[in-house]
Each structure stands twice: as structure tokens, then as C-alpha cells.
């Protein structure tokens, strides 16, 4: 890699001094747009400011972090990033030479149940992917469109298989009920519940391939049941899973994504840790629904989440999840304002096992801050008969009308 440098650097002798004009920070982020289709905010007063080494060479490493997810080079911090000034030609030799995709295999993998004789999944995103179906067959998908379209592969042996799915999305279809990624195809619903069961076990990053975009309206993905009914998946949720997302949420985004899967075991901290910011409507609308092996939900899983609620936004978000035994404190962010419709809405309806008190924000339950809207909280809490306060929350709270 000091080579490398060195001959970035060495742009700067006569013979290239001849040829390069001094490059300006217009031209910088310009250059690695191009080159990568990524873009880099530029952090000074004017974008027709001369550059300089240390800017280009942290240019490099932002741009390395967006590529891969996490932090993997720090040029701007080395002997070469000096205030001497960056020209074209050395501009052009550290897009093409210093950034770099990092191949590590696949972002994510999921095993799937022994008696697998084919495997579907659909992609509703426009991008690049790479598909490792576990048999030693690799294929690449090239999309340039957003339709959704379903990809299968047929064993020669039913059998356990790996399968590995790496790229990257780079526009959405924002349809309703549409998914970036679903594993709940098939022509008909006993078909897509028979694909969906045959996962028994999921790892790594989709937010990786199918992460924020940084120039689209539409930069959010969506999850619409994406695992929706995949009751053999028998572990905890992977904690990268949705690395790679940021921002405020989408409308129906994380909607029913993990519904009904019985056998999942744990949601780690942080799943949600780049979602910030104002509801979206329906955004996570029946995301546990029906999720019986879970026991506990991390505190933090919606922290980022303030400002006003949206409609239907923790609808069902943890119906019939019967085994969870308490209601963490500020479960559901800082959010003040206006109650919309059916904004909690059986969001706990069937958790027979909670104990101790119901949901609260900065203290106060949510009946208490929204004490009106007759009818928007409906069965809240129905069943949840061992919450301390029970016996006192408003009978629409706890009832399928007041």
C-alpha cells in the first residue's frame, strides 16, 4: 500500500507538475462520484476551494467506509496527508488506486433445512447482486429495474445448503407490499409458506447489500415480510442484520418482517440503531407478530425514534408474543404529539406472560400521555392480565372496543 502512495505522491514531480492542474474539492468528490457512485458531502465554505493532500486522502477513506460498511482505511491520518496541494492527475490515481471495495465473500448467508431440493427468493431493488447457492453454483444478478422478480435454484440432492448473497442495491421500488428482499414467494400462499420454512438459520448483513441510498428519493429499503412465517429459524436475530441503514424510516419498512417466526429466540441490541428520528406510518407495523420464542426485547430497539407519532406506526408490533415477561423503559423513543390512528393498536394483545408495568415514555404510560382518541389503542394490552397496572389502564387499552 506504500507503493501505492508513493505513487499518488509522486504525481507531484515535475514530469506530472506539467501535465495536472491543481484540483479543487468540486473536483475531489466529483472524481469518486463517477468513479463509484457514492457521494461525500463536502465540508468546507466553497466547493471551488483547492484541495489538498490530507482532504483527498480523507475523501479516500470516507469513501472506503460507505463502500464497506465500516471503517477500513486511515490515509488521512498518515504521513502522506500533508497540506501540500492535491492536483488532477494525483486526484485520479488515489480514486482509481486507493478506493477499493473489499471483497470478504458474502454480506449475508442463511442455512437452510435438510431436506432443501430448491430455494426461492425475490429482490424488488435495481443493482448488482451475487448469488452462492450453496452447490458450488455462483450466479450474478444484473438489475437495472426495481420489478419484482423471483430467483430459484433447483438441487440435485435435497440436502442442508449455505447460501451466500453479496452486491449492492441501488434504487427501490416502492410499491406497496414490496420488499428489497423477500423469502416468502411462490404462486400462492402454501407455497410461500413452504419456501419461507425452509431457512433455518440467517447471519450477516442485509442491510449491507441493501442499504440507505445517499441519492434517491426513495432511499429507504423495505422489509415487508421479508422473513414473514420462517418458524424453523431457531436463534437470535443476527446484530449486523440491519447495518447499513440509516436515517428515518419509510412507510411499511420493517412491516410484519419477522411475523409468526415461533423459533427466533432473542432481538439483539441495537437491531435498529441507525433508524432515527420521526414515525413513519406502519413502519413497524406486526414486526414480531406471533414471535412466541422471544422472551425479552432490548431496551434500546427503538431509542432513535422521536418527534410526532404516525399512524399505525407499533401496530401489532408484538402481538401474540407470549413468551416476552416485561416492557422495557422509553421502549418506544421520545415521541411526543398528536396521537394518529391506530398508532398503538394491539401492539402487546396476546403477550399472556408481561409482568410489572405497562409501556412508558420519560415516566408517564402511554395512556396517560394520549388519554383521549377513543378507539386509536384498542387491545393494547388484551390478555396481558399480569401488568401491575391492569386493573387501572382505561378499558380501550385492554378491550377490543371501549
Given at each position: 500500500?506504500?507503493?501505492?502512495?508513493f505513487?499518488?505522491?509522486?504525481?507531484?514531480?515535475?514530469?506530472c507538475?506539467?501535465?495536472?492542474?491543481?484540483?479543487?474539492?468540486?473536483?475531489v468528490?466529483?472524481?469518486?462520484?463517477?468513479?463509484?457512485?457514492?457521494?461525500?458531502?463536502?465540508?468546507?465554505?466553497?466547493?471551488?476551494?483547492?484541495?489538498?493532500?490530507?482532504?483527498?486522502?480523507?475523501?479516500?477513506?470516507?469513501?472506503?467506509?460507505?463502500l464497506?460498511?465500516?471503517?477500513?482505511?486511515?490515509?488521512?491520518?498518515?504521513?502522506?496527508?500533508?497540506?501540500?496541494?492535491?492536483?488532477?492527475?494525483?486526484?485520479?490515481?488515489?480514486?482509481?488506486?486507493?478506493?477499493?471495495?473489499?471483497?470478504?465473500?458474502?454480506?449475508?448467508?442463511?442455512t437452510?433445512?435438510?431436506?432443501?431440493?430448491?430455494?426461492?427468493?425475490?429482490?424488488s431493488?435495481?443493482?448488482?447482486?451475487?448469488?452462492?447457492?450453496?452447490?458450488?453454483?455462483v450466479?450474478?444478478?444484473?438489475?437495472?429495474?426495481?420489478?419484482?422478480?423471483?430467483?430459484?435454484?433447483?438441487?440435485?440432492?435435497?440436502?442442508?445448503?449455505?447460501?451466500?448473497?453479496?452486491?449492492?442495491?441501488?434504487?427501490?421500488?416502492?410499491?406497496?407490499?414490496?420488499?428489497?428482499?423477500?423469502?416468502?414467494?411462490?404462486?400462492?400462499?402454501?407455497?410461500?409458506?413452504?419456501?419461507?420454512?425452509?431457512?433455518?438459520?440467517?447471519?450477516?448483513?442485509?442491510?449491507?447489500?441493501?442499504?440507505?441510498?445517499t441519492?434517491?428519493?426513495?432511499?429507504?429499503?423495505?422489509?415487508?415480510?421479508?422473513?414473514?412465517?420462517?418458524?424453523?429459524i431457531?436463534?437470535?436475530?443476527?446484530?449486523?442484520?440491519?447495518?447499513?441503514?440509516?436515517?428515518?424510516?419509510?412507510?411499511?419498512?420493517?412491516?410484519s418482517?419477522?411475523?409468526?417466526?415461533?423459533?427466533?429466540?432473542?432481538?439483539?441490541?441495537?437491531?435498529?440503531a441507525?433508524?432515527?428520528?420521526?414515525?413513519?406510518p406502519?413502519?413497524?407495523?406486526?414486526?414480531?407478530?406471533?414471535?412466541?420464542?422471544?422472551?425479552?426485547i432490548?431496551?434500546?430497539?427503538?431509542?432513535?425514534?422521536?418527534?410526532?407519532?404516525?399512524?399505525?406506526?407499533?401496530?401489532?408490533?408484538?402481538?401474540?408474543?407470549?413468551?416476552?415477561?416485561?416492557?422495557?423503559?422509553?421502549?418506544?423513543?421520545?415521541?411526543?404529539?398528536?396521537?394518529?390512528?391506530?398508532?398503538?393498536?394491539?401492539?402487546?394483545?396476546?403477550?399472556?406472560?408481561?409482568?410489572?408495568?405497562?409501556?412508558?415514555i420519560?415516566?408517564?404510560?402511554?395512556?396517560?400521555?394520549?388519554?383521549?382518541?377513543?378507539?386509536?389503542?384498542?387491545?393494547?394490552?388484551?390478555?396481558?392480565?399480569?401488568?401491575?397496572?391492569?386493573a387501572?389502564?382505561?378499558?380501550?387499552?385492554?378491550?377490543?372496543?371501549?
Amino acid at each position: 500500500m506504500r507503493k501505492i502512495l508513493f505513487a499518488v505522491i509522486g504525481c507531484f514531480s515535475a514530469i506530472c507538475a506539467q501535465a495536472a492542474q491543481i484540483a479543487n474539492l468540486d473536483y475531489v468528490h466529483k472524481s469518486i462520484q463517477q468513479k463509484w457512485d457514492i457521494t461525500i458531502p463536502i465540508k468546507a465554505d466553497s466547493p471551488m476551494q483547492a484541495a489538498n493532500m490530507k482532504y483527498l486522502l480523507t475523501a479516500v477513506d470516507v469513501a472506503n467506509e460507505i463502500l464497506n460498511g465500516e471503517k477500513t482505511t486511515d490515509y488521512g491520518n498518515g504521513e502522506f496527508a500533508t497540506l501540500q496541494a492535491a492536483d488532477t492527475v494525483a486526484t485520479i490515481q488515489a480514486v482509481e488506486t486507493l478506493v477499493r471495495k473489499i471483497d470478504k465473500g458474502p454480506e449475508f448467508t442463511l442455512t437452510t433445512t435438510p431436506d432443501t431440493s430448491s430455494f426461492s427468493f425475490s429482490i424488488s431493488a435495481a443493482g448488482e447482486f451475487v448469488v452462492d447457492w450453496g452447490d458450488g453454483t455462483v450466479e450474478t444478478i444484473t438489475k437495472p429495474d426495481t420489478t419484482d422478480t423471483t430467483y430459484t435454484h433447483n438441487y440435485d440432492t435435497a440436502n442442508t445448503y449455505t447460501i451466500g448473497l453479496s452486491g449492492q442495491a441501488t434504487a427501490y421500488n416502492f410499491s406497496k407490499y414490496t420488499a428489497a428482499i423477500s423469502f416468502r414467494v411462490g404462486s400462492n400462499t402454501s407455497a410461500k409458506e413452504t419456501n419461507v420454512k425452509k431457512i433455518a438459520s440467517i447471519d450477516g448483513s442485509l442491510g449491507a447489500i441493501f442499504g440507505t441510498l445517499t441519492r434517491s428519493a426513495y432511499n429507504q429499503p423495505q422489509f415487508y415480510e421479508t422473513f414473514s412465517g420462517a418458524s424453523n429459524i431457531t436463534c437470535s436475530i443476527p446484530a449486523k442484520l440491519f447495518t447499513g441503514i440509516s436515517g428515518a424510516p419509510a412507510e411499511d419498512m420493517f412491516r410484519s418482517t419477522f411475523s409468526n417466526c415461533s423459533g427466533l429466540t432473542s432481538i439483539p441490541a441495537g437491531l435498529f440503531a441507525g433508524i432515527s428520528g420521526a414515525p413513519a406510518p406502519l413502519m413497524f407495523d406486526s414486526t414480531f407478530s406471533g414471535c412466541s420464542g422471544l422472551t425479552s426485547i432490548p431496551s434500546d430497539l427503538f431509542a432513535g425514534i422521536s418527534s410526532n407519532p404516525a399512524s399505525h406506526m407499533f401496530r401489532f408490533t408484538f402481538k401474540n408474543c407470549s413468551g416476552l415477561t416485561s416492557i422495557p423503559e422509553n421502549l418506544f423513543g421520545n415521541i411526543s404529539g398528536t396521537a394518529q390512528y391506530q398508532m398503538f393498536e394491539g401492539m402487546f394483545m396476546g403477550c399472556t406472560s408481561l409482568t410489572g408495568p405497562s409501556a412508558r415514555i420519560n415516566g408517564q404510560y402511554l395512556y396517560e400521555i394520549w388519554p383521549t382518541y377513543p378507539g386509536w389503542f384498542y387491545g393494547a394490552y388484551i390478555g396481558c392480565t399480569g401488568l401491575s397496572d391492569y386493573a387501572t389502564m382505561p378499558t380501550m387499552w385492554k378491550t377490543d372496543d371501549d
